[in-house]
Nanobody, 116 residues
Framework: QVQLVESGGGLVQAGGSLRLSCTTS????????MGWFRQAPGKEREFVAT???????YYADSVKGRFAVSRDNAKNTVYLQMNSLKPEDTAVYYC??????????WGQGTQVTVSS
């Protein structure tokens, strides 16, 4: 059974930092590209960042220069380092595993709240 479990969310003041983790099990982690998405109240889910199996990264314009995605294949874990957080970053953050241009598995999400 495949599981993706996010952690590290919480409440932080604007300008602060958080590091999210997504630990996976039940899949061959090194084969998958891993994505981070977020969904704010009343809004659609949006793409945040992705890291390929070869550790190439890509970011949404809204987070470029502030967020950094990384992975540790030995720990089957992907990270999202979030710096210079803004109130508009408030959302539930999800990780997802992608293979063949399709996201096959999703985590349950972790709440990030940035106060002004």
């Amino acid at each position: 059974q495949v599981q993706l479990v996010e952690s590290g969310g919480g409440l932080v003041q604007a300008g602060g930092s958080l590091r999210l983790s997504c630990t996976t099990s039940g899949l061959t982690f090194s084969r998958y590209s891993m994505g981070w998405f977020r969904q704010a109240p009343g809004k659609e889910r949006e793409f945040v960042a992705t890291i390929s199996w070869s550790s190439s990264t890509y970011y949404a314009d809204s987070v470029k220069g502030r967020f950094a995605v990384s992975r540790d294949n030995a720990k089957n874990t992907v990270y999202l380092q979030m710096n210079s957080l803004k109130p508009e970053d408030t959302a539930v953050y999800y990780c997802a595993a992608e293979l063949g241009s399709k996201y096959h598995f999703w985590g349950q999400g972790t709440q990030v709240t940035v106060s002004s």
